[in-house]
């Protein structure tokens, strides 16, 4: 029964994420299936956004806004492992985020062995176009940037600008002044 449930999830999410979906009057229920879905208004996904557990579920599986959220075109973000997104997260064109891996050393391949891990993504943080999270990230640090084209491999730290295959530290951004000159 799982199974059924999140494929209607999915073509629900890539339907209503669909174009048509853009215009004003018709974008209120995009927003009301998201509402419904994920208990929070905090959500703004433009076209082609499926945010869903795509391996079995587990007690960690879910997604919990702590503020606003602009999701752009073509992502898929996978919440098998359980995701906090922070404040302000702003995740571009052609993202992937993975929380959960498929086990090789000492079973079948044929079992289909996953594994899962959580993921905490901080206020303030931009994931630039084409980025691909892995399942060995847990942590994106406040006001953090990856750039584009980057896989992110590892944890990320607050205020950091990452980029690369593997996703490494450039430098560090000043930190967010609110209304300070």
Not at 3 to 19: A, E, M, P, W
Not at 49 to 58: A, G, Q, R
Not at 97 to 108: A, N, R, V
Request: proline share 2%; with cysteine.
């Amino acid at each position: 029964m799982q199974k059924f449930l999140y494929k209607i999830d999915y073509v629900l999410q890539r339907f209503l994420t669909s174009l048509l979906f853009t215009f004003p009057i018709i974008k209120l229920v995009k927003k009301a299936y998201f509402f419904v879905r994920f208990k929070t208004t905090y959500i703004e996904a433009t076209n082609n956004v499926v945010i869903t557990n795509f391996d079995k579920p587990n007690q960690n599986s879910g997604i919990t806004f702590l503020g606003k959220c602009v999701l752009s075109r073509n992502i898929e973000v996978d919440i098998c492992g359980g995701i906090v997104m922070g404040k302000n997260v702003t995740i571009s064109d052609h993202v992937t985020i993975q929380t959960h891996k498929h086990e090789y050393d000492g079973f079948s391949l044929y079992e289909n062995k996953t594994s899962s891990s959580s993921l905490e993504i901080g206020d303030e943080v931009w994931v630039c176009n084409n980025v691909i999270i892995t399942n060995s990230v847990n942590k994106i640090g406040k006001g953090a940037v990856i750039a584009s084209g980057s896989i992110v491999t590892k944890d990320v730290e607050d205020y950091s600008i990452v980029a690369g295959v593997p996703a490494k530290h450039l430098k560090y951004r000043n930190k967010i002044n609110y209304g300070k000159a």
